[in-house]
């Protein structure tokens, strides 16, 4: 049986909610993101595109070049609300989908040609989407995951494209080969230098040839560029870590208001773990100083969730890594070595009152939000705060970092 993959694609996403909420952003250069010189584009409009501005870019970057542009913050909490919205109707549709991001989505439409015809079904779908969340949104149909994403990018914006079977090679052979996906800056330079322009000429090398320039990145780009890919749609994305981090609207050498934030975040975090019903066993702080250079230092610790336990922890690792005394730009923290779990009770260092109270603040944030109770260290302190828990198989929401 014909694979019938369909890849969904809300068009600038955070723009178009933005716009859904203001009509008056309409037809208007948007740049959605961190709005401090150190803030970075999470998103812009196609009115910003002609002045060369791309999503990544620092905000301040893009000021300069597009001056009268509206800059909007934007807010987490909403977008997801969108997102869900979409992601419910996509539900209700289609018996095998996969979110890859909070505006992406692939869907395995295999067998329906047999009974409605995928290409139908999947243009009803879209305008359901548009009709019922008033949001713009595109889609490529074709054998498989890579060739359907690059037939989304080819349709934008707010339109569709199907890639019919054994057209995959001549769909892709004059596009560019940044189109591929896994081809970044770094890789698209490398492939650039050897003469390499459209993925035509990919698809015209010898395999060992990529091998040898890229390494295994070779043989997959190689294949993707081929129109070869056989993964699979996945309907549930498990996290494997979690993460905080802030990056400082003015690099900074205060100590006490590193390590308050540190508190704050990992207080934050383990909220996270128990509400996910999770446990780490590795937890990791890093350090990005004025001159950008960065490090990192980890720590194995036995499973836990409890923020007794890990806030001292965290707090030994920064003793050991902040040794340069510079100014600080950027500091973070990583749980990874995640398991499924509740924490169990230490007969010799826990008690049942802590236990208890872990529980009350739990219930209370659980109910009004996860900044609502926080140590006095934590208080004022910026950390990310979650409208779901982060573990119910949704992927995270990227956004551009916020100053502190």
């Known amino acids: ?52 501005i791309h999503s990544g870019m620092p905000m301040k970057m893009a000021k300069e070049l597009c001056p009268e542009a509206i800059r909007i913050k934007g807010n987490a909490g909403t977008y997801s609300k969108h997102s869900d919205l979409v992601t419910e109707i996509i539900k209700e549709y289609v018996p095998l989908f996969e979110k890859s991001s909070i505006d992406e989505f692939y869907a395995d439409l295999s067998g329906m040609d047999r009974f409605f015809g995928s290409y139908k079904y999947a243009s009803e779908l879209r305008q359901k989407i548009i009709k019922e969340t008033g949001l713009p949104i595109s889609f490529g149909l074709s054998a498989n995951k890579v060739v359907s994403k690059v037939a989304t990018g080819q349709a934008k914006p707010n339109n569709q494209l199907k890639i019919d079977f054994g057209l995959e090679k001549t769909f892709l052979a004059p596009l560019s080969i940044k189109k591929i996906p896994m081809v970044g800056d770094k890789t698209y330079q490398t492939l650039r230098n050897l003469g390499l322009r459209q993925i035509r000429t990919v698809q015209e090398m010898p395999m060992d040839v990529m091998q040898r320039v890229l390494g295994k990145n070779g043989t997959v780009i190689w294949k993707r560029a081929n129109g070869i890919d056989n993964t699979p749609v996945i309907p549930f994305w498990e996290r494997k870590s979690i993460s905080n981090e802030r990056t400082f609207d003015k690099d900074t050498i205060d ?23 999770k446990l780490t066993a590795c937890i990791a702080v890093k350090i990005r100083y004025s001159d950008f250079n960065t490090y990192s230092k980890q720590m194995r610790i036995p499973y836990t969730s409890a923020d007794h336990i890990l806030i001292p922890k965290i707090l030994e690792l920064f003793k050991v890594l902040y040794n340069r005394r510079l100014l600080v ?32 603040m739990d219930t209370i944030r659980n109910r009004y939000g996860d900044k609502s109770v926080v140590r006095a260290s934590a208080m004022g302190k910026n950390t990310i705060g979650r409208m779901h828990n982060p573990f119910n198989g949704q992927p995270p929401i990227v956004l551009a970092h916020r100053k502190q």
């Open 1 to 52: 049986m014909t694979k019938n993959i369909l890849h969904l694609d809300l068009d600038t996403f955070f723009v178009s909610v933005e716009r859904l909420l203001d009509s008056r952003l309409k037809d208007k250069p948007i740049l959605v993101g961190g709005l401090s010189d150190r803030g970075v584009v999470a998103a812009c409009s196609y009115e910003t595109r002609g002045y060369g």
């Open 255 to 277: 100590v006490v208001k590193l390590r308050g934030l540190l508190i704050a975040m990992t207080e934050n975090l383990a909220y996270q773990l128990r509400r996910g019903e």
């Open 329 to 360: 730009r950027l500091i973070g923290i990583r749980f990874s070595h995640l398991v499924s779990g509740n924490y169990q009770i230490n007969m010799f260092e826990d008690t049942e009152e802590a236990l208890n109270l872990y529980r009350a």
